[in-house]
């Protein structure tokens, strides 16, 4: 085995509790935790700043002597994702579009399931980007229809629906854009 391979390879749990707890305080309507890393400094672990990842957002946890500080970022926000091991832990870096989260000395483990997740989200919403641009250029085209998504005749009208509040959920289309294609939708049932 390498030197330094099980070096911070494991996260403590009190300290991944006392995190998620603190985070859940703070978790919005069908919000899901999908991950959480705490940092584990080698030698006096005081205040260890914690990374947690949900299915709307990523939120930085950091605690303070008398307060606890939270910072979120949104899926949609994502531009990059970078993961280094090092000998103590592994450092990542989740790039924004206004700021970067960067946390070193994470255990490894639990580093590299939180990078392949942020992998994932920034591959979803690239495409979701894409798609989006797509509709824009396809309007501004003065194309009288626009297919959102995976629509089409086949689908059920509730399929449909769903779909499209996904997509509002998503901040793919405005809340004006979501009511004409529901009414339209809606004339066709």
Not at 58 to 80: A, G, H, Q, Y
Request: charged share 35%.
């Amino acid at each position: 085995m390498p030197i330094g391979k099980s070096i911070n390879s494991e996260q403590k749990q009190e300290l991944l509790e006392k995190a998620i707890t603190s985070a859940k305080k703070i978790f919005t309507n069908n919000e899901k935790l999908l991950s959480a890393v705490v940092q584990q400094k080698p030698l006096l672990n005081l205040l260890p700043h914690s990374i947690i990842v949900t299915n709307k957002r990523v939120i930085r946890f950091t605690p303070r002597i008398f307060s606890e500080t939270f910072e979120d970022f949104l899926w949609k926000d994502i531009r990059d994702v970078h993961l280094n091991e090092k000998l103590f832990g592994c450092e990542i870096k989740l790039e924004f579009e206004n700021d970067t989260i960067i946390v070193d000395k994470l255990p490894k483990n639990q580093a590299k399931e939180l990078y392949t997740i942020a992998q994932e989200r920034e591959e979803e919403w690239v495409e979701k980007k894409r798609l989006r641009r797509m509709e824009e250029e396809r309007a501004s085209s003065g194309a009288s229809e626009i297919t959102i998504g995976a629509m089409n005749e086949n689908s059920s009208t509730r399929t449909k629906l769903a779909e499209l509040r996904n997509l509002l959920e998503d901040g793919l289309i405005t809340q004006d854009e979501y009511h004409k294609k529901k009414d339209l939708l809606l004339k066709k049932f």
